[in-house]
Structure formats: C-alpha cells, structure tokens
C-alpha cells in the first residue's frame, strides 16, 4: 500500500498520514479474525476491548486527516522533501521503510494480547488504568488536533496564543498519541503477570511496551521537532513566543507556573527540553 500510495505520480500520496492510518483497521481485524480460528470461535473480553481503541483510534484520526486534507488542501511535505534531497531510492530506504511497518510496532501490545489469551483474568487494575490513559490520550488528541484546525481555518496564525490544553504542553495532540499506545501497552502487561508460559519474562515486557517507546521516538524526533522548528522559525523573534516556550513543556502536560521553576536537569531528562528544539530561534524584536 505504501509503495502505490508514494510513487511519483500518485495523487494519494498527498493522504500518506490518512492511509498510514488505514493500515491498521484490515491488520488488527486479521490479527482478531486469526485468534477466533485458534481459541475454537471465542474471543476474550480484553482482545475485543483492545481491538476496538484501535479501530476507534484509526478512524478518528484517519477521518480527520481526510477531512483536513479537503478543507485546506494536503500539508504534509515530508515525501516530497525526503524526494528532492535523497532521490527515489532514498525515500524507499528512509520514508518507507519504517513507515510501512508502523502499524506493525504500534499495534504490537495488541497482537500479544490477541495471540497469548489469558484465562479466568477479568477486568483488572492493568485494564483500568491503561483504558485510562487511552481515553485520555484519544480525548487529547482529538480536541488538539480540531482546536488547531479551527484556529488555522479562522486565519489564527499564532499557535502558542490557542489556549486550553497549549498552555500546559507546546503539541497537546502528539501527547495524546503516545498516551493511546501507553494504555495498550499497559493493558498487555497482564501477559506478563498472568500468562502462565510468560509470566515475568523480560523479553514479554520489551515487546509488550516496544509500542508507546517507538511512538515517543516519532513525536519526538519527528512530528514534535518539525513542528518546533517550523514555529521558531516563523515566531522566534517573537519576545511573548519566547516566553512561552520557557514556560510550556515540549510534550508532557504541565501547569507553566510549576514548569518554569524545575531544575534544567529535570527539563531535558524527563520533559525532553532538547537543543534540538531551538533550531530556527531568530534574535527577539523589541
């Protein structure tokens, strides 16, 4: 699918996000469908529960992507950049690549749950806070992502000036994608609690919470950065943006007042205020 949708030629390679997103809906449902064959016709309550946040999930965001590409035409770049500067077989080695199999390691938690069943665990503690912070994260980045569009559609061009969920972390929306995966993730952790083959296997933990850390690495070092740089670049000479990145985490939602005051050690190790981030910064204008 993703080696149709980016050829050069392809008009769809404008919804990259949108049929990255698409993936996910036919493999998790194969993934359900595999797991009725081998536990004779039965599911589980948590591998249908699982099953349904991605689903949810994949909709939601895939519908609006879609619907944002319609209203104010296609904005994602990255193909086309990575086109120019690498040439065709770049982009197969460094677009394609990674995000043909990143519906495979983000749905990962899910697939453990879906091939290691586990039998007499009902409706757990794990269950509940990962469907916690699944819920939260979808909410997050549902209202994130419709706040910015309805600010770009009404001519708003200052981001940092949106209110709401922007005045506790600088991209609200990336939050609460990592926090989906979190849930599931912590959901999966009863295999390695409860799973009699598996219980307390280290290599069971790694994979079950390989997900959220690949999501973190991609909001960080990609949506996260691009989006930072992009905003220096067009507000860092700004002295009001300047202090508003002082005092507004990059990631992690956290009251400015309370942020501002944390010592830098805690700043870069655990709210990620990295160099990387001032790319682009100009000298402020009086």
């Known amino acids: 699918m993703q080696l149709f949708i980016n050829t050069p030629s392809s008009y769809f ?3 990259d996000n949108f049929t990255g997103l698409i993936e996910f809906i036919p493999g998790i ?4 469908f595999y797991t ?6 039965s599911v589980q309550f948590r591998q249908i529960l699982v099953t349904l946040y991605v689903v949810l999930w994949s909709l939601r965001l895939g519908g609006f992507l879609t619907y944002r590409m319609l209203v104010i035409g296609p904005l994602d770049r990255r193909v086309d950049n990575l086109a120019k500067k690498y040439g065709q077989l770049g982009l197969v080695g460094l677009w394609l690549g990674p995000h043909g199999f990143w519906s495979v390691i983000c749905c990962s938690p899910v697939a453990l749950i879906h091939a290691f069943p586990i039998a007499d665990v009902k409706f757990n503690i794990l269950d509940f806070i990962g469907s916690i912070f699944w819920v939260c994260g979808f909410l997050i980045e549902a209202f994130a992502d419709q706040k910015k569009l309805t600010a770009k559609l009404a001519g708003k061009k200052k981001y940092y000036h949106l209110g709401s969920l922007w005045n506790y972390c600088r991209n609200p929306n990336h939050c609460g994608e990592v926090f989906c995966w979190l ?3 912590i959901i999966a952790l009863n295999i390695v609690f409860y799973h009699p083959l598996y219980r307390y ?8 919470q390989i997900s959220p850390l690949f999501t973190l690495f991609i909001m960080l070092f990609e949506a996260s950065l691009s989006s930072e740089i992009s905003n220096n ?6 002295l009001d943006y300047r202090q508003y990145r002082k005092q507004t985490s990059v990631l ?6 309370l942020y501002l005051y944390l010592p830098e050690w805690m700043k870069k190790r655990m709210f990620f205020d990295l160099d990387i981030y ?3 910064l100009k000298d402020v204008v009086d």
């Not at 449902?29 to 359900?32: E, H, I, K």
């Open 183 to 185: 849930g599931l993730s």
């Open 29 to 32: 449902l194969w993934s359900l």
């Open 201 to 208: 296997n280290i290599f069971m933990i790694l994979l079950s």
């Open 278 to 280: 001032n790319e682009g």
């Open 36 to 41: 009725l064959t081998i536990q004779a016709g």
């Open 13 to 15: 390679r404008k919804m």
């Open 233 to 238: 670049k067009r507000f860092g000479n700004q």
């Open 252 to 257: 992690w939602p956290i009251p400015p007042k």
